[in-house]
């Protein structure tokens, strides 16, 4: 799977945007991006996930570029819950093999009154 | 409810005791993986299984091994514990096909 490059922290003033880049230069074809944030010590949780059209749920958007090289996680409205570590990996699937995944070191968001 | 479920939540130990963290889901999910944590390393994985009897290294598996002989379970067996494995350690399981990794809540293993 390709590396990804991501800031190692943002700030975000509460119910303003967040907008979280990573790079993934390398990435292949058949390689999906997906977004995970850890809380504190806790499990990384799933965001959102994409090929290579943008993507939104309930959650947050996501906004791959047309050459699939960067894309970045959108909170619309970031609150102080959203406060955590945002990890930006790639995977390849559907097709039956499993791989290393790395998640590297993220970034910390701080989201502050 | 789908989960996967890691025992214990903490671990204290010495140096040179056996121990196993256990892990197990109940989602069906082919793949399976640790990881481990420490303060600026991000999470490294130790191991990862495709399906039953399948398992291969990560980018940090010294010093630890797994099996995988039933899909649900996937024990990570530390056989001579030292304290540079002092760590937070996560389980996740996927399935293989376009499915994100649910992760366990963690176990905290200090190695004295």
């Known amino acids: 799977d390709a590396k990804t490059t991501q800031p190692p922290s943002m700030d975000c003033a509460e119910g303003r945007a967040a907008n979280l880049p990573c790079n993934h230069s390398?990435?292949?074809?058949?390689?999906?991006v997906y977004w995970y944030r850890q809380i504190h010590s806790q499990g990384p949780q799933y965001i959102i996930h994409?090929?290579?059209n943008n993507e939104t749920n309930e959650m947050a958007s996501l906004i791959i570029t047309e050459d699939r090289k960067s894309s970045t996680l959108i909170l619309p409205h970031a609150t102080l819950r959203d406060t955590a570590v945002y990890y930006c990996?790639?995977?390849?699937?559907?097709?039956?093999?499993?791989?290393?995944?790395?998640f590297g070191t993220g970034t910390r968001l701080q989201v502050t009154l | 409810e789908a989960q996967v479920t890691q025992n214990p939540r903490y671990l204290i130990t010495v140096t040179g005791k056996k121990l196993t963290v256990t892990c197990s889901q109940n989602?069906?999910?082919?793949?399976m993986s640790w990881y481990r944590q420490d303060p600026g390393l991000g999470l490294r994985q130790i191991y990862y299984?495709?399906?039953?009897?399948?398992?291969d290294k990560g980018d940090v598996p010294e010093g630890y091994k797994v099996s995988r002989k039933e899909k649900r379970n996937f024990p990570l067996i530390l056989e001579s514990p030292s304290p540079n494995q002092t760590s937070l350690y996560f389980c996740?399981?996927?399935?293989?096909?376009?499915?994100?990794?649910?992760f366990g809540n963690g176990t905290r293993l200090t190695v004295t």
């Open positions: 996740a399981s996927s399935s293989l096909y376009n499915s994100p990794l649910h």
């Open positions: 390398t990435i292949s074809g058949n390689e999906y």
């Open positions: 994409g090929l290579k």
């Open positions: 990996i790639v995977r390849v699937l559907n097709t039956g093999t499993a791989s290393k995944l790395t």
């Open positions: 989602m069906n999910h082919e793949y």
């Open positions: 299984s495709m399906n039953v009897e399948v398992t």
